[in-house]
């Protein structure tokens, strides 16, 4: 997807997607580690509502799509960001 907004001369999004790479892959570690938790899945819940909003205008696609990926899995994606934000670590994180 990244090379398809690129050849177009968009720059500008090719860079937000490799910030998004990075914040997943990054975050994504700190999440197993128990580490900054609730900022993490701020950025997270930031980037599903950000797929969502891709999917819905620019693609067009449905909530359930038979060609393609819908958005049911970024929703739920989302949910269990709010979800862990509100409820925490737990008990085995690193992070008090």
Do not use: Y
């Amino acid at each position: 997807m990244v090379q398809a907004f690129g050849q177009g001369g968009n720059t500008a999004l090719v860079g937000m997607f490799t910030i998004q790479g990075l914040v997943e892959v990054g975050g994504g570690v700190l999440l197993g580690l128990g580490v900054l938790t609730q900022p993490v899945c701020i950025a997270f819940m930031a980037i599903m509502v950000g797929a969502i909003a891709l999917k819905n205008t620019m693609t067009k696609t449905g909530f359930f799509s038979h060609t393609s990926t819908g958005w049911e899995f970024d929703l739920v994606l989302l949910a269990a960001g709010l979800l862990l934000f509100l409820t925490g670590p737990g008990r085995l994180a690193i992070d008090p």
